[in-house]
């Protein structure tokens, strides 16, 4: 027989209710011996019972995360219907209900806020952390602006950590060995110093090598070294006051998340975007316009495959009376150069990578002094957070090893941020209230880098039809062909290049009639092989006001009324500079015979090629000059909750809530700006229990429509010839249900479910820069690809050993359905059937992902031992083939995820 002391730790430790969802994670000290317990959170600012808490919620305990081993937000997303999290540490981005915005622009705010012990993270940079001495996790779906303020238009999750406890000396050390030689200690101790004053400090140190090898260097990709820790103190000068001042670290440093694929094979001859002959700039315009010359019918609506049909041969033959003779006679159509990467177009790699893959790393700490005092008629609490963090995120951008296609980025920031709030939670007859006034604020600082080779960049030249239509300006072969006009020809069956074949007479005659590179070769050096690197700077001054009320009144002993308002006051800045573009060894390319550097000539042609500065990427106005924009935003956001209980075991409710999140600015393109969101909710549903609390239910259904929705989108911007995610606005609908089970069949056993269904579609600016707004657009009413579909199931059993302790058997299952598809995703390759030259794949399908866990303890549960194993059946699923360089260089790449992993935790608590 199960003491009570033991059921206490199974249900509180181990409950399988956390894995459902609705419930968080702290036990009511007095339980009954053989049923479910009741479970206390704080998702409306006041501690209550989950059961009584009319907000549809996922909740997990620490012990929760120890059993799953959850190492951080991300592992919860197979546990949570409706959440998606992003495999970045620094740039990741959060997703509720099918509402997301990616916030590695600082200009935007995420739509989904993210807090620590009641403090805001401003930056979802900030947001995914180790976990270590957690005390519970919360995620609360649908607007939560009324109390937890800002930017939760989607949701929020909030993580609170263990306090230091008084009087008892405590310690805990987990040693974790797994697959890759991951080394991992998680260590805690608690120490009171005296009656009133106590000492909490964990640690964690990470380490794991990587899962993929570079098919070149041999050297693996995947690693991870972190550091966290926490530092609190805690005060109790007396029972109706506490102090508790805590220090926070982390310490990243690890390789891009995961790892880069390219999967490029040579194989595109046109611009993979281009369709017709009016999307090929250069080539196409000449077609175009000797077509009538040589009697072909050729018009810029004329399809690409069309020109299969003729070969290339006979319109090199048409021009040999005028003297034209090609470098390649027996050259096909071919308008583009593409890279190639080691493994062709397998998904699945081989892989290599110039740059070791990407790094993602991170330095953070921060200050939070948590005060409450408890009066006769209220308690107030009063939260006062400094936080600071520096983050990059450098990214393989091409999949290749190869210089002659080099282009990687790399986010730079730096934020510093301070939050106050002060609220006061009371009840005064049949009402129950919180009020409350926060104010946040913010400097971040933004570099966004980007780096190529002056070799890819002359292939990039070539591809984005540059060359070709600098060629084609002056082509007239009806006055005697010339080198230039011979250039132009050739380049319709390969490449030309701009630094080493086309002589600069061609864009003046008064110039040399010799290339760059045959200028720079003269002069004992060269153009090739030097680094090219163009970046946007940015830095945002944002702060916010608010100020809040929330009640529940008591209409009878079952039927609770609450309402709430929450007026917010956001101001923004932002400042850009566009910084000139810059080439390793410039001075080397100064030509003091001829007065001139041969980069600054090169500058100079793109200019007069591409317009503007002559930048590749940001080729943007007031480049070397500051250009700041401001704004501001006033928001009420409401809301009403019912509830009702049908019996002391039923509760019925329904609710209407207003979100918002501010506007802002394109962190990378001069000038942008775009308005604040706003979303309304209803919702309804049900909690219950039965059959003695021994089976849990509990559903939700839901609606929201989501006006000006900023989400984050790869297009093309003025100013750029490379895509560069950009934020945009849109308008959105969803609707679903929530579904959670937790049954208690026998004594020591835990079965559950959980489900969620949603149906997520677009209602206009659905689509792309060149998709007209409105009725015209022909993306309306399209599903914004998120799944419809996620279920968790699975349980836990205790068998108890006597004096020899006990074991525990965990194992849980989750799918999740396939991402729908639109037509935007199946454009960029990220849903459906991809096809990369004679390859095909599908991405976007159906997950499922099984983890156990078993684990021995002593009675007195002091010292344990854990095997575990998450994906057991170690699936992988292919992602898809797009990137920013596609159209530029033909360089698809894609994301390999990690197999499945198993592990061995020793622990030991004192």
Not at 164 to 185: A, C, H, I, S, W
Not at 467 to 496: E, H, I, Q, R, Y
Not at 556 to 582: Q, V
Not at 780 to 803: A, C, K, Q
Request: aromatic share 10%; charged share 20%; hydrophobic share 35%.
């Amino acid at each position: 027989m199960l003491s009570t002391d033991v059921i206490a730790r199974l249900l509180a430790g181990a409950s399988v209710a956390t894995m459902i969802g609705s419930q968080a994670a702290v036990a009511q000290e007095e339980q009954d011996v053989f049923g479910l317990e009741e479970i206390v959170i704080t998702a409306q600012k006041r501690e209550q019972s989950a059961q009584d808490v009319p907000i549809s919620l996922n909740a997990f305990s620490g012990e929760f995360l120890d059993i799953v081993a959850a190492e951080d937000m991300r592992d919860l997303v197979a546990y949570t219907p409706g959440l998606e999290i992003g495999t970045s540490v620094t740039q990741p981005s959060f997703q509720i209900r099918g509402v997301q915005t990616s916030d590695f622009g600082v200009g935007t705010d995420p739509a989904v806020g993210l807090y620590v012990d009641g403090v805001y993270a401003a930056r979802s940079g900030a947001a995914i952390v180790f976990f270590s001495d957690i005390e519970r996790v919360e995620v609360l779906k649908g607007p939560q602006g009324t109390l937890f303020g800002r930017n939760t238009a989607a949701g929020a999750i909030s993580i609170i950590t263990k306090k230091p406890v008084m009087n008892e000396t405590e310690g805990k050390v987990k040693l974790r060995y797994g697959r890759f030689d991951k080394q991992q200690l998680d260590a805690m101790i608690n120490l009171p110093i005296t009656e009133t004053l106590a000492l909490r400090a964990n640690l964690l140190v990470n380490n794991q090598d990587g899962y993929v090898k570079d098919a070149l260097t041999g050297e693996d990709y995947g690693r991870e070294n972190n550091d966290t820790g926490r530092v609190q103190l805690r005060w109790e000068p007396s029972p109706q006051t506490s102090v508790n001042l805590a220090y926070e670290f982390d310490r990243t440093r690890q390789d891009e998340n995961p790892p880069i694929i390219g999967v490029s094979n040579g194989g595109y001859r046109y611009n993979p975007s281009a369709d017709t002959l009016g999307d090929i700039p250069g080539q196409g315009d000449v077609l175009v316009g000797i077509a009538p010359l040589l009697g072909l019918p050729f018009t810029r609506d004329t399809p690409l495959s069309a020109l299969d049909a003729v070969p290339l041969g006979a319109i090199y033959a048409g021009f040999a009376p005028f003297g034209y003779v090609p470098s390649n006679p027996g050259a096909s159509w071919n308008f583009f150069k593409p890279a190639t990467s080691v493994g062709g177009a397998d998904p699945l790699g081989p892989l290599a990578s110039d740059i070791h893959n990407g790094a993602e790393n991170r330095n953070l700490y921060g200050v939070n002094l948590t005060i409450t005092h408890d009066f006769e008629w209220a308690t107030l609490t009063s939260v006062s957070a400094f936080k600071k963090f520096s983050t990059n995120n450098l990214q393989d951008e091409d999949g290749t090893a190869d210089p002659t296609f080099y282009f990687d980025t790399d986010n730079i920031e730096d934020n510093k941020h301070f939050y106050q709030e002060l609220r006061l939670n009371g009840v005064s007859g049949p009402l129950t209230w919180t009020a409350g006034v926060s104010f946040f604020k913010e400097r971040a600082e933004q570099a966004s880098a980007t780096h190529g080779t002056t070799d890819s960049i002359d292939n990039t030249l070539y591809n984005v039809g540059a060359t070709p239509g600098a060629l084609a300006f002056a082509f007239d072969p009806t006055d005697g062909f010339n080198a230039c006009d011979s250039l132009m020809l050739d380049s319709f069956g390969g490449f030309v290049s701009l630094l080493n074949d086309v002589p600069l007479s061609c864009f003046d005659p008064s110039l040399p009639g010799a290339s760059l590179e045959q200028l720079a070769q003269t002069f004992g050096t060269t153009m090739f092989g030097r680094t090219w690197e163009e970046t946007m700077y940015g830095v945002g001054r944002n702060s916010a006001y608010a100020a809040y009320a929330d009640a529940t009144y008591a209409l009878t002993d079952r039927l609770n009324l609450t309402a709430g308002i929450r007026f917010t006051h956001d101001k923004k800045s932002w400042e850009w500079f566009n910084g000139a573009r810059t080439i390793s060894g410039y001075d080397e390319l100064t030509i003091p015979a001829i007065g001139m550097n041969l980069a600054d000539v090169h500058q100079m042609l793109l200019a007069s090629i591409l317009g503007g500065n002559g930048d590749l990427v940001f080729n943007q106005s007031l480049e070397g000059q500051e250009f700041e924009r401001k704004d501001s935003w006033n928001n009420l956001s409401p809301r009403v909750v019912v509830d009702y209980k049908l019996t002391d075991d039923f509760m019925v409710f329904a609710s209407y809530a207003n979100g918002y999140k501010a506007g802002g600015f394109n962190s990378v393109e001069v000038n942008s700006y775009f308005d604040n969101e706003k979303v309304w909710n209803i919702e309804g549903g049900f909690k219950s229990e039965w059959f003695d609390r021994t089976l849990r239910f509990n559903a939700a259904v839901w609606h929201y429509r989501y006006d000006d929705r900023q989400s984050i989108r790869l297009t093309t911007v003025d100013g750029s010839n490379v895509p560069q995610y950009v934020t945009q606005t849109t308008d959105t609908s969803g609707k679903g249900i929530d579904l959670e089970l937790l049954w208690v069949p026998v004594e020591g056993m835990r079965l559950f479910a959980n489900a969620g269904f949603q149906d997520i579609t677009c209602k206009s600016n659905c689509g792309d820069d060149d998709t007209s707004d409105g009725d015209d657009d022909p993306f309306i009413g399209e599903p914004t690809g998120v799944p419809s579909t996620r279920i968790s199931f699975g349980g836990m059993y205790r068998f108890d050993l006597g004096t020899r302790g006990f074991l525990d058997f965990h194992v849980a299952h989750s799918y999740s359905s396939a991402n729908r598809e639109n037509q935007l995703c199946r454009n960029a390759g990220s849903c459906g059937i991809v096809t990369v030259g004679d390859v095909t794949w599908e991405t976007g399908v159906a997950e499922n992902y099984t983890d156990a866990r078993i684990t021995w303890s002593t009675e007195d549960e002091n010292f344990s031992l854990s095997v575990f194993a998450n994906n057991i059946f170690s699936n992988r699923y292919l992602g898809g083939a797009g990137g920013l360089v596609v159209d530029t260089m033909g360089a698809p790449r894609t994301e390999i995820r990690m197999p499945g992993i198993w592990g061995i935790d020793l622990t030991a608590r004192f």
